[in-house]
């Protein structure tokens, strides 16, 4: 995942209009990759994940495109609802299970009425 | 299944004392995780273990902190002697094979 920073970036779009967020990875061996949402003094929920043999997930309003070429993911929200407000963090894993997660800087995502 | 159970939710301790944070993984998860977040800040991993045995602790701090889950009960956390930047939202996630189950934190104030 990105390097931590101080501040996270924000994403503000309006309600009902499709939101795309973005994470680039630094390992090019991790072979899975989770989007998780994560609201205020709440812990990490799970939205969706990817394996490293595919580049296109849908779930339900949720898209994740991985371009390993150059180590980028996505997650894609459509018709956003308030609910949708949140700190989004994308997280990549090098397989087997055995390692941790490592976490991207996250951004929030702001709706507007 | 109540899912990740940590407790307590919230822990004030004053510098030099110890704090202890618990959790009970899912039902039949085996893996246990403790990852801080700092405020502002994604999260950072910290120590994998299974029943009595620490898989990696390579996120630890050297000096303080120890984690443990023995064959019966939670998993714990210690972090003795705190201090204010030990300050921060402490979770712990369980897992099956690529099943990462969070739990809702534990946030420590050292004041």
């Known amino acids: 995942g990105e390097s931590v920073g101080l501040h996270l970036p924000t994403l503000s779009v309006q309600e009902g209009d499709n939101s795309i967020i973005n994470c680039a990875y630094s390992n090019s061996a991790s072979d899975y990759f989770i989007w998780y949402k994560q609201e205020s003094g709440k812990g990490p929920q799970f939205i969706i994940d990817i394996r490293s043999n595919m580049d296109k997930r849908q779930g339900q309003r949720v898209t994740v495109l991985l371009n390993k070429t150059v180590k980028h993911l996505s997650l894609q929200i459509a018709a956003t609802q308030p609910g949708d407000s949140a700190v989004y963090f994308c997280?990549?894993?090098?397989?087997?299970?055995?390692?941790?997660?490592?976490f991207g800087k996250g951004t929030h995502l702001i709706i507007q009425p | 299944n109540a899912g990740v159970m940590q407790n307590p939710r919230h822990l004030v301790r004053r510098r030099g004392q110890e704090a202890r944070l618990r959790c009970s993984p899912m039902?039949?998860?085996?893996?246990v995780y403790w990852y801080r977040q700092l405020p502002e800040e994604g999260l950072k991993f910290m120590v994998y273990?299974?029943?009595?045995?620490?898989?990696?602790e390579s996120g630890m701090p050297k000096e303080r902190f120890s984690a443990e889950f023995p064959k019966e009960g939670p998993s714990i956390l210690r972090i003795q002697q705190v201090v204010r930047g030990d300050s921060a939202a402490y979770f712990c996630a369980s897992s099956t094979y690529e099943s990462y189950t969070f739990g809702s934190g534990t946030r420590l104030t050292v004041v």
């Open positions: 039902k039949g998860h085996s893996h």
């Open positions: 273990l299974q029943k009595e045995n620490i898989i990696d």
């Open positions: 997280a990549e894993n090098l397989g087997g299970g055995a390692d941790g997660l490592t």
